[in-house]
């Protein structure tokens, strides 16, 4: 397994990279402003779940060889690019949930969650470069090691998203009660899928 003092370099650079803003704190951003705190927070584990994934999918070698055809991570590049518009869409069409339609939210921003992750291609790449520097292949048990760090990572992600979306949400709650409120904090959380999905297809571009 890995070495104590190999998880003490590991936790304070997965904590530096939860810090960091990126695509899926925007992700449990706008899910906190469209749908309130519930669904920021089935957002963030939808998305911890889906580090979970790309780490046992990298320590089994399935993203090494998705990541060798470009072809696959083209096609769920788009995919990714083209379900965030579709959320964009959403966030337009409905602005912020009412609280009826927030008690149904949690499922829904979950699914967006888990699916926004595992169809980021970035994610499949950066897992393959980021992970393995902390994997002692002469210990045995790789997936294991795999797990427990994308584990550690999809906790400490978990944390951060989650309040970040939570304070999201609180201000959302707020919002509700006035329409012209809701339709602005709907076309921010839409502006927010978008620019995520524009960012997914600059990146399509500059890697061809």
Known sequence: ???????LAFLPAALALNLTPG????????????????????????????VLIHALAAGLGLAALVAAMPGAMGAIRWLGAAYLLWLAVQALRHGVA?????????GRAFRAGLAVNLLNPKVILFTLAFLPQFVDAGAGGLVAQFALLGGLLAAGGFVVNAAVGALAGGAAGRLVQSPR???IAGLVSATIFGALALRLLLGARSAT
């Open 23 to 50: 695509a899926d704190m925007m992700l449990a951003l706008a899910q906190g402003l469209s749908g309130g705190r519930r669904a920021a927070l089935a957002a963030s584990a939808g998305i911890s779940l889906g």
């Open 98 to 106: 009412a609280p009826q339609a927030a008690a149904r939210a949690p």
């Open 1 to 7: 397994m890995i070495e104590p003092v190999v998880l």
């Open 181 to 183: 409120a809701a339709r």
